[in-house]
């Protein structure tokens, strides 16, 4: 059985948090409801759900935040074979403003879509089995996701980027080594390359890129302490969509970056402690002849069973 590491959370930054029984093992959503208010900048006011659990269970979740039934009241009931794979919304610094929710069958969309979403969390060979994340009294605040992961099967989240240059990929990974990038820093500069090191399911150390060009300042480092793993990423794309800035956090608190330019549009992929740990371990993209696109691969942490 796959066990659940979260993805996670997005929006504003205060609230209480919310979260899943302990010990509650997510293996498919079977609905979802949503309270909003449909204006302009109108907040998520309510959100709760519904999952099956490793004994086959129906768990209710929430309400959390506000239900109230004068808000507008959007039921998402999941079909026959009908999964969620992508989650992105829109926040300012109270509450989460709107959510859209994209399933193998339909697409949802909930509150008033501002111009640029504040994230955006698309899962290409993955799905959202569970949620957990912040609400004060009147909003929802904050969502994070529950995805599944074996060992050996990690979760493509992503790529972000202009969707250009070749598709670029790799073997199964269960751990990463050492990542190197090649940017331009100043204010104007972006990501140009990408090369890293992974361990395979044969325990090879395989070295992958550069995807990109070489160009620019090179910046590598080495998951070097024991126990080290990548458990956020961060970055940004601009101008021609093209990625901007990354920037890497390791479960030890050492970070790396930010490098090329903090500017444009903010992605994240934040990978908090949980009852079982995600890690990044790999990645994915397209790769130009002066830019690349990245995604990542999401997998259990080496010190995960």
């Known amino acids: 059985m796959a066990v659940v590491v979260s993805v996670g959370p997005w929006g504003a930054p205060g609230g209480e948090p919310r979260d899943i029984p302990i010990g509650s ?4 959503l079977v609905s979802i409801t949503i309270w909003s208010i449909k204006a302009l900048g109108g907040p998520i006011c309510g959100f709760s759900y519904v999952y099956v659990d490793q004994n086959g269970g129906a768990i209710h979740v929430g309400p959390w935040g506000n239900a109230d039934p004068e808000h507008t009241i959007t039921n998402i009931q999941m079909g026959p074979g009908e999964y969620l794979y992508e989650l ?5 610094d109270s509450a989460l403003l709107s959510l859209k929710l994209v399933t193998n069958q339909h697409t949802y969309e909930v509150g008033a879509p501002l ?3 504040t994230f955006s969390m698309p899962l290409t060979n993955g799905k959202v089995v569970a949620f957990f994340g912040r609400s004060d009294n009147d909003h929802l605040t904050a969502l994070g996701i529950y995805v599944p992961v074996m060992k050996g ?7 972000w980027g202009d969707s250009g240059g070749v598709p670029v990929d790799i073997t199964t990974p269960v751990q990463l080594k050492s990542v190197t990038v090649y940017s ?18 044969t325990g090879q150390s395989i070295h992958v890129g550069p995807w990109g060009t070489i160009k620019g300042e090179k910046h590598t480092f080495d998951l070097s302490l024991q126990g080290e793993y990548v458990n956020k990423i961060t970055g940004t794309t601009a101008g021609d969509n093209r990625v ?7 479960n030890q608190e050492r970070d790396y970056g930010p490098f090329g330019s903090d500017r444009g549009n903010a992605f994240s992929v934040p990978l908090p402690d949980g009852e079982h740990n995600g890690a990044v371990v790999g990645f994915i993209g397209r790769s130009g002849k002066s830019h690349v696109d990245l995604g990542v691969y ?5 010190n995960e069973p």
């Open 153 to 159: 099967s990690p979760v493509n989240v992503g790529p």
């Open 88 to 92: 992105s919304g829109t926040a300012d």
């Open 115 to 117: 111009e640029q979403t």
């Open 184 to 201: 331009t820093d100043s204010s104007d500069g972006r990501i140009y390359g990408f090369s890293f090191t992974y361990v395979d399911l």
């Open 298 to 302: 999401v997998g259990l942490a080496p």
């Open 244 to 250: 901007t800035s990354l920037k890497f956090t390791t």
């Open 25 to 28: 093992m997510p293996q498919s």
